[in-house]
């Protein structure tokens, strides 16, 4: 199994990115799939979920700002992050909770102020 995240990058305060998750090795549509992210000396935290079904969850701190989506030919699960904040700032991986769960390798999102 191999998750492959890709997108981040440098962003002023208010911008956007939108970030991507290649998966090999295991079908997106058949697996709860998740976007985590860890601040420097911080925990890491689930930001945002999306269920077989398709149904999604978001942390509080990013609703109605953050969207998850898949593509299922693609296999592909992707994050749009909108009017970003400094606070935003942190590594995204995403993984999935299996069992056993995995996890990207994880990009880099800088939001300067």
């Known amino acids: 199994v191999r998750l492959v995240e890709s997108g981040g990058g440098l962003v002023q305060a208010g911008g956007s990115l939108s970030l991507s998750c290649a998966a090999s090795?295991?079908?997106?549509?058949?697996?709860?799939m998740g976007w985590y992210r860890q601040a420097p000396g911080k925990q890491r935290e689930l930001v945002a979920s999306?269920?077989?079904?398709?149904?999604?969850n978001y942390a509080d701190s990013v609703k109605g700002r953050f969207t998850i989506s898949r593509d299922n030919a693609k296999n592909t699960m992707y994050l749009q992050m909108s009017s970003l904040k400094p606070e935003d700032t942190a590594v995204y991986y995403c993984?999935?909770?299996?069992?056993?769960?995995?996890w990207g390798q994880g990009t880099q999102v800088t939001v300067s102020s």
């Open positions: 090795g295991i079908r997106i549509s058949a697996n709860t």
């Open positions: 993984s999935t909770p299996g069992p056993p769960p995995y």
């Open positions: 999306i269920r077989i079904g398709g149904s999604t």
